[in-house]
């Protein structure tokens, strides 16, 4: 009997009782739990939130380590199983590729709101009333973010400056920021044209990692660096260099079909030789008449792309060899210096070569040697940056910093407004929408106060990770938002507040606002599951 008594128990629960939503067992446990996963992985890398956040040490399965306070790089190494999890890691991957900078924020942020929409959620509102209030928060938001933000030219080199510092200072590398952000900045300016420029391709900007050396190292080249060594020593450095780049082989032929040549006396074995030796020097003559002295060939995995052979008559001809050029790095060559790949030694011809001004063989050192060539007379905008560093960790490091410093100067280019740092746009949005939660009616109001309170997240934990007490720092912030300051903000520096303006803290507006979008979205989509299945 009790047994029949449950059933129609069980059938009510999705009614209104009471007139109150009260959600059925199953879509609530399934809820919960996609919150609670989502949520484990935002407080995972809240502590390494702005420039006194801590950074995580990753090993992988290999046992290779890396360290690092870049929220989407920590993302990524972490093997996150659940599917929801998983929405958070593509969510910090969307930020990056979005804007580059504040990946650790949207993380936060969305967890945050995901904790609101748990509180939410208990008090029996419906996942869809929440998910629209959301929307209209965000929509909300994104007015007021534009509204406090301030015009930038891309003329004006401080400013460009000061928010690729701002964006540095969070990192491991942040006490070099004085080197790294004016080598960021000048790094775009010349790939660009700061008149027309809508967007920024960061391939045309390569980053070259080289071990040894020190930070103070890295340096910025207007021109092409490679890695790989010059096949021989006796020429190593070409003034008026006239490149060639081949993609064919210096060496004898082979058939297409493993075969046996079987030779029965001398005479035909030193016509084998005579023969191979005429092959390869008529083309080395015709890369001579091109009027090259400077070959880059590419990497062959079939035979050897240079034999010894090839190699003694061009530097008997004074041409610079550098061989195992990489297939990837061919199209950034091409655009560098203004040469064509050649496929075939009948179009080894004068117009396929790209000219430079010099070409050499520079040591560092002691801790090895790079390519350099400088002065392309057709720079086809591209500019080389050289990371040096004492270990693996480091350069890594340096490398994944300059990155986000060259996005945020590219947000610049794609939206050319700056907004203050340092908590001060996420309260001053609190501020502000939890004044329109009041000019709305019912649930929705409450649901828009919920997304107001959790963006008090960011500027909270900037406060717990730089020693300060959070509860009384961010009443401070609201208070000082409330009197109409918009651009107080915490300074981690000094350990207080103050106008984060005249600190020089500023981000672009791409960065807040992309972060605030894409957050609610991902919190957004996971409200609005209610069960998940498994497919074998």
């Not at 939503?21 to 484990?40: E, G, T």
């Not at 651009?487 to 103050?498: C, D, Q, T």
């Amino acid at each position: 009997m009790p047994e029949l008594m449950a059933a129609p128990k069980a059938s009510n629960m999705g009614r209104h009782k009471g007139g109150a939503y009260v959600d059925r067992d199953k879509p609530a446990q399934i809820r919960f739990s996609n919150i609670s996963a989502a949520k484990a992985v935002a407080d995972a890398i809240r502590t390494s939130l702005g420039p006194k956040g801590m950074d995580k040490m990753i090993q992988d399965e290999k046992g290779d380590v890396t360290i690092t306070n870049d929220g989407a790089t920590i993302l990524k190494q972490m093997q996150v199983l659940h599917p929801s999890a998983k929405m958070l890691v593509e969510l910090s991957k969307a930020q990056d590729i979005e804007a580059g900078d504040g990946t650790t924020s949207v993380v936060v942020i969305a967890g945050a709101l995901l904790d609101a929409c748990s509180k939410l959620l208990q008090r029996g509102i419906h996942p869809t009333t929440i998910s629209e209030s959301f929307q209209k928060a965000v929509e909300k938001g994104v007015e007021v973010l534009t509204g406090m933000s301030r015009p930038v030219e891309l003329s004006d080199r401080e400013t460009l400056l000061n928010s690729a510092t701002t964006s540095l200072c969070s990192k491991v590398v942040s006490q070099y920021s004085s080197l790294l952000a004016p080598m960021s900045v000048d790094a775009v300016m010349r790939v660009i044209d700061p008149a027309t420029a809508t967007g920024v391709d960061l391939h045309d900007i390569k980053i070259i990692k080289k071990l040894g050396g020190t930070i103070d190292d890295c340096e910025l080249v207007d021109g092409l660096v490679l890695t790989q060594r010059v096949a021989s020593s006796s020429v190593s450095r070409v003034e008026k260099a006239k490149i060639g780049l081949i993609q064919f082989c210096l060496s004898p032929p082979k058939t297409d079909m493993d075969n046996q040549i079987v030779v029965s006396d001398y005479a035909q074995m030193d016509r084998v030789l005579r023969e191979e030796r005429t092959y390869i020097l008529n083309m080395v003559k015709q890369v001579k008449k091109a009027g090259c002295n400077v070959l880059l060939i590419q990497k062959s995995i079939l035979r050897d792309a240079l034999s010894d052979l090839a190699l003694h008559f061009l530097n008997k001809m004074k041409i610079m060899v550098v061989k195992e050029i990489e297939r990837e790095d061919i199209e950034f060559i091409c655009k560098t210096l203004g040469t064509k790949p050649i496929a075939h030694i009948d179009h080894f011809t004068p117009e396929m070569l790209g000219t430079a001004e010099l070409a050499e063989e520079v040591n560092l050192d002691g801790s090895g040697k790079l390519v350099k060539i400088t002065g392309c007379a057709s720079p086809g905008k591209t500019v080389s940056i050289v990371v040096r560093g004492s270990n693996k960790l480091v350069i890594e490091e340096a490398e994944r910093s300059i990155h986000d410093a060259l996005c945020v100067i590219r947000c610049l280019v794609k939206k050319r407004a700056l907004i203050a740092g340092g908590g001060a746009p996420e309260i001053e949005l609190a501020v502000r929408l939890a004044e329109y939660s009041r000019t709305l009616a019912g649930m929705e109001a409450y649901c828009v106060r919920a997304y107001a309170d959790a963006l008090e997240v960011i500027p909270s934990t900037l406060a717990e990770n730089a020693g300060l007490n959070p509860i009384s720092t961010v009443t401070e912030l609201r208070n000082r938002h409330a009197q109409g300051d918009k651009m107080a903000g915490i300074n981690v520096r000094k350990g207080g507040i103050s106008n984060i303006l005249e600190e020089l803290v500023v981000q672009p507006l791409l960065v807040s606002i992309s972060a605030l979008t894409l957050s609610t979205e991902t919190v957004r989509s996971i409200l609005k599951i209610d069960d998940i299945v498994n497919c074998r």
